[in-house]
């Protein structure tokens, strides 16, 4: 089962996202860029990685552009490929464009989410990154 | 006005007897020297030291730096103008000196008309460079304030429409009741935030336009309090933090401003308190201040425990846009117009706002609304306090029923999880309900298996209202006001009182002194009326009859009613049944409001016919 990390440090958006995602694999939740980049580490240390990490820009302590470059260098530093590495989609209200080139060319994010973020942004997100809904079990 | 007298000048030349001659000419002038050095190094530190406005430069100078490297140095630093007086005219330093920027060149030897026309002509222009350096600085702080100001409020009005959309979504879709209520509330609680967020930006630019204009009206203070902080109550407890409301028992029941405008700001500065705390309390707190000079006034306060603010932003707080950390790891989100706007919804509503710093840090921000002098307090003190209460466990709750025990005349007596309370008698146990509620055992000790009745008061953010579990056990909100308390704890005693005591209704100031007889031929009023009309609902109508039956009365006619009632519940299926039910309702909603009972019961026999 694909292991995915919500980043997000509204409280009401968590929940949302967590259960939005639900249907494509186990989710964990945190609350800022620290914690994003932390759990990143500890999964990578228990070789339990995460397939897919949806991280939120605006946040306290550490923003998402910044924890996105952080996870990229972590990855870089252990050997992983590019091919291997985790999926990470902003999610985001702002669309400006110093905002998304900085977060794909400076950061290597796989794609990016504008809020409000509703079923069928995530269906469609996450179809071209290449995740498909669980079947439900009976 | 004769500038020259003011301007002072910095004279840098190694020559004695020229700097000299330049000092009695430029002083007969009316300038003013403040100083006549030598070198480039004592040239940087004086006009460092004594800040003249306009520096005369040779070129050529004592020590190893000539007047250009001076120059340029004292112009990168303090943006002194410079006017160059030398002997070289060659192309080499002429194409050096263009780097310096100055604004003037006089060759030696110079006249002293020449000296005062390139002087006064540098003067000018650097005053007028400087006037557009300063606006074009405005100009870009302005911008730099507009693109944060569109990426804040692009972040706050899409952060709770994103909760709204992805919830109300989740909820269209195939999920458990439960888990759809939940999805609910939370967009619902998205709408409340966006409808804030919309109002304070609306009353905002109406302010600016000077088109707002306050609407007064009386209304009810309690419920006011009430219903600023229920929402905000959850962001707290979701933060970690401790919601707090305190008020006074000698609050006025009625007060006199603009209602909607004094939410917008009390909620403004709620959120503010919850946005920069991270740990502690945030207080919302009324109380009613003496008559002063100033008259008699309300004082409302936001409380919190935060890291409050720095000296040096105090200036500012109440300035549009200004947030202390504008990054985009701000840990706090905000348009920055909460406190701009609450300052000037305040001074419309002629309400003083104030900061202050309590004793424990944090911040405290404080309304003084002004009232009646002789507005009556909701609760006037009491002069007994003879109804002993047990106070369970040590909660905010507790903390504020013993603020109100005098003007609710009560005795509070702290009681442990023994269940003991000095042997007292005990009328009532307030509690926070989550201790009780959770463990059966407890709250069976505590209530001598239910024969204490019990008030429960609710978690931080729970939304039921008033309620009445069943005879014994109540239910309020936390917080819940004054009135509401002062309901259950009536209700309880009126539990206590001996049988043969005069009936009345729960809420007794609405139903008139003279005590009510009982109706003893409520069965064969029943009776009479089976046969008749008709209706569905059966089950509703004579379920929400004894619900009002356990909330309004423990009359002993009630409890026969009520025996009635169930009987009808169990052994009719009928029309007629139905149509018992809605008279007893509408009885049992005549005692409410106190109309004669006599009145009523023939006003049931003319229905009947």
Same mark, same amino acid.
């Given at each position: 089962?694909?292991?995915?990390?919500?980043?997000?440090?509204?409280?009401?958006?968590?929940?949302?996202?967590?259960?939005?995602?639900? $249907?494509?694999?186990?989710?964990?939740?945190?609350?800022?860029?620290?914690?994003?980049? $932390?759990?990143?580490? @500890?999964? @990578?240390?228990?070789?339990?990685?995460?397939? @897919?990490?949806?991280? $939120?820009?605006?946040?306290?302590?550490?923003?998402?552009?910044?924890?996105?470059?952080?996870?990229?260098?972590?990855?870089?530093?252990?050997?992983?490929?590019?091919?291997?590495?985790?999926?990470?989609?902003?999610?985001?209200?702002?669309?400006?464009?110093?905002?998304?080139?900085?977060?794909?060319?400076?950061?290597?994010?796989?794609?990016?989410?504008?809020?409000?973020?509703?079923?069928?942004?995530?269906?469609?997100? @996450?179809?071209?990154?290449?995740?498909?809904?669980?079947?439900?079990?009976? | 006005?004769?500038?020259?007298?003011?301007?002072?000048?910095?004279?840098?030349?190694?020559?004695?007897?020229?700097?000299?001659?330049?000092?009695?000419?430029?002083?007969?002038?009316?300038?003013?020297?403040?100083?006549?050095?030598?070198?480039?190094?004592?040239? #940087?530190?004086?006009?460092?030291?004594?800040?003249?406005?306009?520096?005369?430069?040779?070129?050529?100078?004592? /020590?190893?730096?000539?007047?250009?490297?001076?120059?340029?140095? #004292?112009?990168?630093?303090?943006?002194?103008?410079?006017?160059?007086?030398?002997?070289?005219?060659?192309?080499?330093?002429?194409?050096?000196?263009?780097?310096?920027?100055?604004?003037?060149?006089?060759?030696?030897?110079?006249?002293?008309?020449?000296?005062?026309?390139?002087?006064?002509?540098?003067?000018?222009?650097?005053?007028?460079?400087? /006037?557009?350096?300063?606006?074009?600085?405005?100009?870009?702080?302005?911008?730099?304030?507009?693109?944060?100001?569109?990426?804040?409020?692009?972040?706050?009005?899409?952060?709770?429409?994103?909760?709204?959309?992805?919830?109300?979504?989740?909820?269209?879709?195939?999920?458990?009741?439960?888990?759809?209520?939940?999805?609910?509330?939370?967009?619902?609680?998205?709408?409340?935030?966006?409808?804030?967020?919309?109002?304070?930006?609306?009353?905002? %630019?109406?302010?600016?336009?000077?088109?707002?204009?306050?609407?007064?009206?009386?209304?009810?203070?309690?419920?006011?309090?009430?219903?600023?902080?229920?929402?905000?109550?959850?962001?707290?407890?979701?933060?970690?933090?401790?919601?707090?409301?305190?008020?006074?028992?000698?609050?006025?029941?009625?007060?006199?401003?603009?209602?909607?405008?004094?939410?917008?700001?009390?909620?403004?500065?709620?959120?503010?308190?919850?946005?920069?705390?991270?740990?502690?309390?945030?207080?919302?707190?009324?109380?009613?201040?003496?008559?002063?000079?100033? +008259?008699?006034?309300?004082?409302?306060?936001?409380? !919190?425990?935060?890291?409050?603010?720095?000296?040096?932003?105090?200036?500012?707080?109440?300035?549009?846009?200004?947030?202390?950390?504008?990054?985009?790891?701000?840990?706090?989100?905000?348009?920055?117009?909460?406190?701009?706007?609450?300052?000037?919804?305040?001074?419309?509503?002629?309400?003083?706002?104030?900061?202050?710093?309590?004793?424990?840090?944090?911040?405290?921000?404080?309304?003084?609304?002004?009232?009646?002098?002789?507005?009556?307090?909701?609760?006037?003190?009491?002069?007994?306090?003879?109804?002993?209460?047990?106070?369970? +466990?040590?909660?905010?709750?507790?903390?504020?029923?013993?603020?109100?025990?005098?003007?609710?005349?009560?005795?509070?007596?702290?009681?442990?999880?023994?269940?003991?309370?000095?042997?007292?008698?005990?009328?009532?146990?307030?509690?926070?309900?989550?201790?009780?509620?959770?463990?059966?055992?407890?709250?069976?000790?505590? %209530?001598?298996?239910?024969?204490?009745?019990?008030?429960?008061?609710?978690?931080?953010?729970?939304?039921?209202?008033?309620?009445?579990?069943?005879?014994?056990?109540?239910?309020?909100?936390?917080?819940?006001?004054?009135?509401?308390?002062?309901?259950?704890?009536?209700?309880?005693?009126?539990?206590?009182?001996?049988? !043969?005591?005069?009936?009345?209704?729960?809420?007794?100031?609405?139903?008139?002194?003279?005590?009510?007889?009982?109706?003893?031929?409520?069965?064969?009023?029943?009776?009479?009326?089976?046969?008749?009309?008709?209706?569905?609902?059966?089950?509703?109508?004579?379920?929400?009859?004894?619900?009002?039956?356990?909330?309004? %009365?423990?009359?002993?006619?009630?409890?026969?009613?009520?025996?009635?009632?169930?009987?009808?519940?169990?052994?009719?299926?009928?029309?007629?049944?139905?149509?018992?039910?809605?008279?007893?309702?509408?009885?049992?909603?005549?005692?409410?409001?106190?109309?004669?009972?006599?009145?009523?019961?023939?006003?049931?026999? !003319?229905?009947?016919?």
């Amino acid at each position: 089962m694909p292991r995915i990390l919500v980043v997000e440090d509204d409280f009401g958006s968590r929940i949302m996202m967590q259960r939005l995602l639900a $249907d494509y694999g186990e989710t964990d939740a945190v609350v800022d860029g620290q914690e994003a980049v $932390d759990a990143f580490s @500890l999964a @990578l240390e228990e070789d339990r990685r995460y397939d @897919l990490i949806l991280l $939120d820009i605006m946040m306290p302590k550490m923003d998402g552009q910044e924890a996105l470059k952080r996870i990229r260098n972590i990855e870089k530093a252990h050997g992983i490929l590019p091919a291997q590495e985790s999926v990470i989609i902003m999610t985001t209200a702002l669309d400006d464009p110093t905002n998304v080139i900085e977060a794909y060319a400076k950061g290597g994010a796989t794609s990016y989410i504008v809020k409000p973020i509703d079923r069928l942004k995530v269906r469609t997100t @996450l179809t071209k990154a290449g995740f498909r809904p669980l079947a439900k079990t009976p | 006005m004769n500038e020259s007298s003011t301007t002072s000048i910095l004279i840098v030349e190694d020559e004695a007897i020229v700097a000299l001659d330049l000092r009695y000419r430029l002083e007969a002038f009316g300038y003013s020297i403040c100083g006549t050095v030598a070198t480039g190094d004592d040239a #940087i530190s004086v006009a460092r030291s004594v800040h003249p406005d306009i520096v005369l430069m040779d070129i050529q100078l004592k /020590g190893a730096m000539d007047g250009i490297e001076a120059a340029e140095r #004292i112009g990168d630093e303090s943006g002194i103008p410079i006017v160059f007086v030398t002997a070289f005219t060659d192309e080499a330093t002429l194409s050096r000196v263009k780097s310096a920027a100055p604004y003037g060149y006089i060759i030696k030897p110079y006249d002293e008309r020449e000296i005062r026309i390139v002087l006064e002509l540098a003067i000018a222009k650097f005053r007028y460079a400087r /006037g557009l350096q300063r606006a074009k600085e405005a100009a870009e702080a302005s911008d730099r304030a507009k693109t944060c100001f569109l990426s804040n409020i692009s972040h706050e009005l899409k952060t709770p429409l994103n909760v709204i959309m992805g919830c109300i979504d989740l909820a269209g879709g195939d999920v458990p009741e439960e888990e759809r209520r939940e999805y609910l509330s939370l967009a619902d609680r998205g709408v409340r935030r966006l409808q804030t967020l919309i109002d304070t930006i609306l009353d905002y %630019t109406k302010i600016e336009l000077g088109a707002l204009a306050p609407i007064e009206q009386e209304f009810e203070l309690g419920a006011f309090l009430s219903s600023c902080w229920q929402p905000f109550a959850f962001d707290a407890h979701a933060k970690g933090l401790e919601p707090r409301l305190e008020l006074d028992p000698g609050l006025p029941v009625q007060v006199r401003s603009d209602p909607e405008r004094l939410t917008t700001l009390v909620r403004n500065l709620l959120d503010n308190a919850i946005k920069f705390t991270d740990s502690g309390s945030v207080t919302l707190s009324a109380e009613r201040l003496e008559a002063s000079d100033a +008259g008699a006034q309300l004082k409302v306060s936001v409380v !919190d425990t935060g890291k409050g603010i720095p000296q040096e932003q105090r200036a500012r707080l109440f300035e549009a846009f200004s947030q202390g950390d504008p990054s985009m790891t701000r840990a706090t989100g905000g348009l920055g117009l909460g406190l701009s706007l609450a300052r000037a919804l305040a001074n419309l509503m002629g309400i003083h706002l104030e900061y202050s710093v309590p004793e424990q840090g944090g911040s405290a921000f404080s309304l003084y609304i002004p009232i009646a002098a002789d507005a009556p307090p909701a609760f006037p003190r009491q002069a007994s306090d003879a109804t002993p209460v047990c106070l369970f +466990g040590a909660t905010p709750a507790n903390k504020e029923m013993e603020r109100w025990s005098k003007h609710l005349g009560l005795r509070m007596i702290p009681m442990d999880e023994t269940g003991t309370a000095d042997g007292e008698p005990i009328a009532v146990i307030a509690t926070e309900s989550a201790w009780l509620e959770a463990d059966p055992a407890m709250r069976a000790t505590a %209530t001598m298996n239910g024969l204490r009745p019990l008030i429960l008061i609710g978690g931080p953010y729970a939304q039921h209202a008033w309620e009445v579990l069943d005879g014994e056990t109540m239910c309020l909100p936390y917080p819940s006001s004054l009135a509401d308390l002062a309901k259950a704890l009536e209700h309880a005693a009126d539990g206590q009182r001996p049988v !043969d005591a005069p009936p009345g209704a729960m809420d007794s100031r609405n139903v008139k002194s003279e005590p009510l007889k009982p109706i003893r031929d409520f069965g064969a009023l029943i009776e009479r009326a089976k046969g008749e009309a008709s209706g569905l609902g059966l089950k509703e109508s004579l379920q929400e009859l004894l619900i009002l039956m356990h909330g309004l %009365t423990h009359a002993e006619d009630a409890v026969a009613l009520e025996r009635h009632v169930k009987e009808l519940y169990n052994g009719y299926t009928d029309r007629g049944a139905v149509a018992c039910a809605r008279l007893a309702l509408a009885y049992a909603m005549d005692i409410r409001s106190g109309h004669d009972r006599g009145q009523i019961v023939s006003r049931i026999e !003319d229905g009947r016919k």
